[in-house]
């Protein structure tokens, strides 16, 4: 797949190489890691933009309006929607994706689902790889959106640039989200469904509670919070301080106000160093669990592992012998035969 | 801990140690695995039952209902809790748990929830462990119930001599649970909520669906399962017929059916060899898991992995180096240097 093509080349063309070197990163075919080892050098690009939240907060109308907004900047769109919930909640997503058709005819939008095949550990490496992918190929913006179960939520911040956190009011989710570790991912808070009563009182209940967590006055936080309330953060400055914004995605009113919080953010990152930090530590972890499959590809194929478990499960069948006792010795005689 | 002892020991106590024991399990705190492999020869003796199915299908209602049943029976039952989900829905297994305080006053009742904490493979490896942990300490009926949300049902079924699938009248379940794979897993099938318009429905589909699943002529199986529709499956024989039983857990109509089933399901695996073959996949299963929880700490700990990434990763960070070569020149390194 030659990247430099596929950046400058023609839309359609881009969409459908992307889509064939999903297919063989997702079902890792021969020759998916040459593929995204030469995607490597083109990845950076991409402005990436995870939205989690939980179920029924709006998450999928607030990526399609924000889809729109940054299409109508002429700007290229690439969305990942990463499930990892069980085949009974397989509708619910579908119909999703269906409302999405609105954006999805163009050419210009690249729209991709990825659900769970095997393990959960393994659908996050593989988003991960996808994200570069889209990168490589030239995407201006990626949204990974999340269904909003499963640890799908904090894999999400560590995929993306800008985290928005969406939440809706009056159904006890600030609560649950202050109490998951969430609230302190988030480098934007979207307060969606603005209309109905209670939003104004979960925004303040967030920035409450961001003050709380910086250890500031609860006094302070109040006075100056309330002037910036529904609007954006404090902008500059040494700490960046997520904004809540008040949406209801559905008519697209704050949608804006969102795109314009996630770029402001990203300037910070950019202007902070953080960025290059959280790059940094992302190409780390990538790292890590690349080797980590090449290692247990390699135990599993190319050392006596497998024959010795062969050779002694009946001794831990039996009872005799405990499966932590046989995989040290399995352990002890890989590294003994290490050297090949 | 002393297995022998606990085995024999009040319940009171048993409960007591069992929760320390699991609290150091999941922690992985020093010496868990020893504790695990002392656990060993001690497990075998409990019946374990998995019980699945999607959200709001009664499952909470449907284990409470059996563990009543077992303990009126005189065996001491102890019930996991798996909840691979978000924190989001953490207050509605709270809600579970509380209405399974009926049956939590009795000790010789143990119950515990175990939720995912990093990752989800790590949460199935745990539950795994615990799961002996009670057999060895004596209780003599497992059950597993998922929230039925990830990829837990897939797990459990892996955890459990048997499970039960638990479905209810028109909510689609049917059709999703039979796209999901999840219909060849289940060794009893349960309609819950069977008060309902569309139960008698259900329970046919499902027949009818297993029919197709062995390759039977449809015309044959009707006629085969009207009669025992509701009751039980075919008992004997070479292969097991999972019976479809139609319970009203909140009434607990159907409850006794479904323990008598899970009994006969249990008589048939272990007249037919398959508890030998179930048991044998677990244990190996279980070895390779502990196997690459080793080799992940031996590399991380004990090799120049991490001394090798941290010294190249600006090279990965500036697009001179992919991740892929990186980790496969460290690989190298290990491999060569695992002899020492």
Redesign the interface.
């Known amino acids: 797949m030659d990247f430099e093509v596929l950046r400058s080349g023609p839309p359609a063309a881009r969409a459908a190489a992307v889509a064939r070197a999903i297919s063989q990163v997702e079902n890792q075919r021969p020759g998916f890691?040459?593929l995204?080892?030469?995607a490597?050098?083109?990845?950076?690009g991409a402005r990436r933009v995870g939205i989690t939240g939980?179920?029924g907060a709006g998450k999928s109308t607030l990526t399609q309006e924000l889809v729109r907004h940054w299409r109508g900047q002429g700007e290229s769109v690439a969305v990942i929607a990463v499930d990892?919930?069980?085949?009974?909640?397989?509708?619910a997503l579908l119909g999703d994706r269906i409302r999405m058709e609105g954006v999805s005819l163009d050419r210009e939008v690249f729209i991709r689902s990825m659900a769970?095949r095997?393990?959960?550990?393994g659908l996050a490496a593989s988003t991960r790889e996808v994200c570069d992918l889209l990168d490589a190929a030239g995407f201006a913006r990626i949204l990974i959106e999340t269904v909003?179960?499963?640890?799908?939520?904090l894999a999400v911040t560590g995929m993306a640039d800008s985290t928005a956190l969406v939440l809706v009011p009056e159904s006890?989710?600030g609560i649950?989200?202050l109490?998951?570790?969430?609230m302190e991912l988030a480098d934007v808070y979207v307060v969606n469904k603005a209309d109905r009563p209670g939003a104004q009182n979960l925004a303040r209940e967030i920035e409450i509670t961001q003050g709380i967590r910086r250890g500031e006055a609860f006094r302070g936080i109040r006075a100056h919070h309330g002037r910036a309330l529904g609007q954006s953060g404090r902008e500059g400055g040494a700490e960046w301080q997520a904004p809540v914004i008040l949406t209801t995605a559905t008519s697209g009113a704050g949608i804006p106000d969102v795109a314009a919080a996630l770029d402001r953010h990203l300037d910070w990152m950019t202007a902070s160093g953080e960025l290059?930090t959280r790059?940094?530590n992302r190409?780390?972890v990538?790292?890590?669990?690349?080797?980590?499959r090449?290692?247990?590809h390699?135990?599993r194929e190319e050392t006596r592992?497998e024959e010795l478990?062969r050779d002694r499960?009946d001794e831990?069948?039996s009872?005799?012998?405990?499966?932590?006792?046989?995989?040290?010795e399995?352990?002890a005689v890989?590294?003994?035969?290490?050297?090949?």
Do not use: C, N
């Open positions: 890691e040459q995204l080892a030469a490597h050098r083109y990845v950076g939980p179920p990892p919930t069980s085949p009974f909640s397989g509708g769970t095997g393990s959960l550990g909003g179960v499963g640890q799908s939520e006890g989710d649950q989200a109490k998951s570790g969430l290059v790059r940094r190409f780390a990538r790292t890590r669990e690349v080797l980590d090449m290692v247990q390699w135990l592992a478990l499960l831990v069948v009872g005799r012998l405990s499966p932590y006792e046989l995989a040290a399995i352990l890989v590294k003994d035969g290490a050297r090949v």
